[in-house]
């Protein structure tokens, strides 16, 4: 159908952009399989995808999971592990409703998106990770309350307050990076 050629048309534009991508809608739309054909189409696609989703891991494994540990970090910590963001170096890094992440850790990807960094909990230094990020949220970007939230963040820096309809969100993001970076 000429719908689903425009959508496929978007995420090829998506795909050749390195910035990070916020993709919204209802659940069940899509985003996860957006994301995979973003990633696949890419320059990363040799390399891995690692997804998370930051609502279905309880907050207090989600710190250690995303970040991994060394060991003797925490009680249970018997060996260094890991965490998603390091895992997914040189490939794409998914994170499936960012809207859930605890306030707590949004200060931590923020700065691993700045810097390009992560600290595993317990670690003494700083590991360089170069992944793409791509995340998604079922909310309403328009009613995200931009003093509180990660999700405000990419909704300003990434759509800059365009107003899409989430319904239209792909073509409208697409035609946005292409125009900004061709």
Known sequence: SAAMKEVFAALRKVATVAAPVLLTGESGTGKELAAR???HLGARSADPFVPINC???PETLLESELFGHEKGA??????QRPGRIESAHRGTLFLDEIGELPTSLQVKLLRFLQDRR??????????AVDARV???TRAA???TDPARTLLAVFS???SENLGWAEADWLPHFASFYAERYP
Do not use: Q
């Not at 925490?74 to 060996?79: E, L, N, Y």
């Open 37 to 39: 054909a973003i990633h």
């Open 55 to 57: 609502a279905a891991i």
């Open 74 to 79: 925490f009680t249970g910590a018997h060996a």
């Open 118 to 127: 992560v600290e595993r909990l317990g670690g003494r230094g700083s590991l």
């Open 134 to 136: 791509i995340t998604a």
């Open 141 to 143: 970007v328009a009613n």
């Open 156 to 158: 300003e820096c990434l």
